[in-house]
């Protein structure tokens, strides 16, 4: 987020051939430890696609909000800073069609990657700060908020774009670091607030089951050792969640289905689907192999990976 | 083989460094010491309260409203119905209950969102306790919090 808030450009990317050395520590490796440009423009894709879907659906509360009067609106410490006024009908719907179009054009990766991207990233912030302004905040959006503050930061990628760069790995890496994030400070917050072990040993499942389950989810109401069980799995997953920015390959991918099942679970049970944070687990998977089961016009990939080659040669 | 990597310089790399670190780090102390007021940054409440199995409440609040076609309807859970989502009223629920009147804007709203449905006359905000005993629910009782006259 404070990442937007930096005025200066990202520095220009430089081929190896006039670069220091590779990252030697292992903060440098761990943050900048080369990842293909493809797997940005593949989490671009991912993101931008699902602002409108997000926008209209999710947190479609900020066009509903926009009919209600101003005494109901209770901005938070964003919203205050920012000075950001109650919303009427006419400024929200602005709002949306500049943020998805600004967030098509920066799907695309190639007409003004950052300004695009930039721009929906605040709009979006601007629309999504609207929504928690009405007496309940949710925080299933800390990863999509941060994802669209750091992917514009590569610049123009495409998904053919074989090349590995630094700044894709500190893109990826803040997303992951977003979605951990959402997990682990929320075992934190359950510590904070319900208290440890008063919140696993406690009843939290079968409040929100009693008040919004599914009829599956209700078919469970009758059974407490087991909603307590889920409590220990919950808080225990989300205590170790850090594990996903440590681990590689297959553990690593097994950790990250577990989660997405889990999001499919508590979906079927209550229908709350978290998905604008679920789907940045997709960051921590190697989707630029998505490429090649492309048809070759779609993959757009020759054009980007070319230039790849000739700044090799000489430094060869 | 991979071609090389494409290098960051050393600002580029140190801003990167440091935007990393602030965020972590602003989310660390908003989760350590700040509250909902933090928004996009913790603490992550969602669910964080504990519910006692024994004695404990399942509380919920939701609005019905008496309609000028003289039927009594529960209004729609989620924002698109009455402009406000339930969490949303029980996150405002002290307010209202000081301040009835604001009752008024949800009538309003709901007229401006459906213009076809027949008018809102009163409005109450109905809560619902449920008493958990050994983790299962074992009474409810539901009562009108605030009644509001539509103007």
């Not at chain 1, 904070?192 to 406690?202: D, L």
């Not at chain 1, 998977?285 to 779609?298: D, F, I, K, S």
């Not at chain 2, 310089?9 to 990167?16: D, K, N, Q, T, V």
């Not at chain 2, 209950?97 to 027949?118: E, F, M, S, V």
């Amino acid at each position: 987020m404070t990442a937007a808030a930096t005025p200066q450009a990202p520095g220009p990317v430089r081929p190896a051939g006039d670069a220091p050395g590779p990252a030697r520590t292992a903060w440098g490796r761990w943050w900048f430890g080369p990842v293909p440009r493809a797997r940005i423009a593949w989490l671009r894709v991912i993101g931008y696609v699902f602002l409108p879907f997000d926008m209209l659906l999710l947190t479609s509360s900020s066009l509903a909000h926009a009919r209600l009067p101003a005494d109901l609106y209770q901005p938070v410490l964003l919203g205050r800073l920012l000075h950001l006024p109650a919303p009427t009908p006419w400024a929200m719907y602005a709002l949306l069609t500049v943020t998805v179009a600004a967030g098509l054009v920066a799907a695309t990766g190639r007409v003004l990657p950052r300004a695009s991207g930039y721009l929906a990233a605040c709009g979006y912030l601007w629309w999504v700060t609207i929504s928690m302004s009405y007496g309940k905040v949710d925080h299933d959006h800390l990863a999509l908020v941060v994802a669209l503050f750091v992917l514009p930061s590569v610049g123009r990628a495409g998904i053919g774009d074989t090349r590995r760069c630094e700044a894709s790995a500190w893109s990826v890496r803040c997303v992951q670091l977003g979605v951990v994030a959402a997990y682990f400070l929320s075992a934190w917050a359950k510590v904070r607030i319900g208290g440890f072990p008063a919140w696993p040993n406690g009843s939290t499942v079968q409040w929100a089951l009693s008040r919004r389950g599914t009829p599956f989810g209700r078919g469970l109401i009758d059974y407490p050792v087991m909603l307590k069980a889920s409590q220990w799995i919950m808080f225990l997953a989300e205590a170790l969640s850090p594990a996903l920015l440590f681990l590689r390959g297959r553990p690593l991918y097994a950790l990250v289905l577990f989660f997405a099942g889990f999001h499919a679970v508590t979906y079927a049970l209550m229908t709350i689907h978290f998905l604008p944070h679920a789907i940045w687990l997709a960051a921590f998977l190697p989707l630029e192999r998505l490429t090649p089961l492309l048809p070759e016009r779609l993959r757009g990939g020759t054009r980007a990976a070319a230039p790849a080659a000739a700044p090799a040669e000489p430094a060869a | 083989m991979h071609p090389p990597a494409l290098r960051l310089g050393p600002r580029a790399r140190l801003w990167r460094s440091l935007a990393g670190a602030a965020v972590v780090g602003a989310l660390f102390y908003t989760s350590a010491y700040g509250s909902n007021d933090d928004f996009p940054l913790g603490p992550m409440t969602q669910f964080a309260f504990s519910v006692k199995g024994d004695g404990g409440t399942i509380s919920s609040y939701w609005l019905e409203a008496d309609t000028a076609a003289g039927t009594h309807v529960a209004l729609s859970f989620d924002a698109v119905g009455t402009g406000m989502k339930r969490a949303e009223i029980e996150g405002q629920m002290p307010r209202i209950r000081r301040n009835p009147a604001l009752l008024q804007g949800i009538a309003d709203g709901q007229r401006r969102l459906h213009p076809d449905r027949p008018r809102l006359t009163r409005i109450y905000v109905v809560q619902e306790i449920k008493t958990l005993k050994r983790g299962k629910v074992v009474s409810t009782m539901r009562q009108n919090r605030v009644v509001w006259d539509v103007k």
